[in-house]
């Protein structure tokens, strides 16, 4: 086998932990019918999460990938049970970063920053579709 190291991006695995939420509900709403059509932009451009990485390259030759801890703050729709929110999220970060990438995952830690109520979230969709 040919040897090298192979170095990945904390921005590749922030950008990795945010596609793998948009996947779970509540956290990130894509397209849905009815009052709730249009709420994605307005809520992910708002209420984006923030993501901090902390990565330790691995020393060892015959395994090239380390581990990364994440740090991430996050908003959430009033009425969602937020530790169910919370094993969600880290299970879905976990699961594509590791799969992704072959680095392992020792923490996702959760912040839920805000709670947004229904009416914040048809305020931001109004506010979207003005700017449109």
């Known amino acids: 086998m040919m040897e090298g190291k192979t ?71 009033y009425g969602v049970n937020i530790p169910e929110v919370a094993r969600k999220v880290r299970e879905k970060i976990v699961s594509e970063i590791e799969t992704l990438t072959g680095y392992s995952v020792e923490k996702v830690d959760i912040t839920i920053e805000k709670i947004i109520k229904p009416e914040q979230a048809e305020e931001n969709k109004e506010k979207a579709d003005e700017e449109e």
């Open 7 to 77: 170095t990945i991006n904390d921005s590749v695995f922030v950008e990795i932990a945010r596609e793998a939420m948009q996947k779970v509900e509540d956290v990130f709403r894509k397209e849905k019918k009815g009052a709730l059509l249009g709420f994605t932009r307005a809520f992910t451009e708002r209420f984006a999460p923030q993501i901090t990485v902390k990565k330790t390259e691995s020393t060892a030759v015959e395994n090239s990938f380390g581990a990364v801890s994440l740090d991430v703050k996050i908003s959430v729709l």
